[in-house]
């Protein structure tokens, strides 16, 4: 029995009563055929991925140093003395006196949630080439030790490096994979004894 024309038909009613279910099985086949052409291999993405990784990695970590050093002056001076109204926000005196951080989708500076901590996270996005994602990488910077509602000391500066470079981090990559290797070969000889014994 020839069953083609049934299975047509079929096909056409199903483009008829549910379309949604055709357009994203397009869509599906399109991405799936366009993965496939080899326009982009794996590892091309993976190092786009790394790239972008790094470029928002550095800028976290600028704006992060920056960010200690605009508010270890204003704080400096607050030691000891109560900052912060019960419900945890700054009290106008103190709030009158902290510039305004950008909060875009690029970069986002916003105060840290802690009791114990006086903190902002530094958080930069980028968009990775040749996907319709972007990629995050954040800093906390601390500024000082929370006792209640009184600044009780400050932090030391923190240094965030700025120039991490894909070429280092695919080397060290692969001196762990290596090391990793060698692990698990010297766990190998060990059989039928391991590490301990029980």
């Known amino acids: 029995m020839n069953l083609g024309p049934m299975r047509q038909f079929s096909a056409a009613w199903d483009k008829v009563l549910n379309p949604a279910v055709y357009l994203v ?3 599906c086949r399109t991405k799936r055929d366009f993965n496939e052409s080899g326009t982009m291999d794996f590892e091309q993405k993976k190092k786009n991925h790394l790239k972008a990784r790094i470029i928002a990695r550095n800028r976290a970590g600028k704006r992060g140093n920056e960010i200690y050093a605009e508010l270890i002056e204003i704080f400096r001076p607050l030691v000891g003395t109560k900052i912060l109204k019960v ?7 103190v709030a009158k006196l902290l510039p305004e951080f950008p909060y875009s989708r690029g970069l986002q500076i916003y105060r840290h949630s802690s009791d114990y901590s006086l903190a902002w996270c530094s958080k930069a996005c980028e968009q990775i ?3 319709e994602c972007c990629t995050y990488e954040e800093v906390t910077v601390y500024i000082g030790s929370l006792k209640g509602t009184t600044l009780e000391s400050l932090q030391d500066a923190p240094d965030f490096r ?4 894909a070429a280092h981090v695919e080397h060290l990559r692969k001196v762990y994979d290596d090391a990793k290797k060698a692990a698990d070969d010297a766990r190998s000889a060990l059989f039928p004894f391991g590490e301990n014994d029980r």
Do not use: T
Not at 87 to 93: A, C, E, M, P, V
Not at 162 to 165: A, G, P
């Open 25 to 27: 099985s397009i869509v």
């Open 87 to 93: 419900d945890g926000g700054f009290l106008q005196k």
């Open 129 to 131: 080439e040749g996907a």
């Open 162 to 165: 700025e120039d991490f470079q």
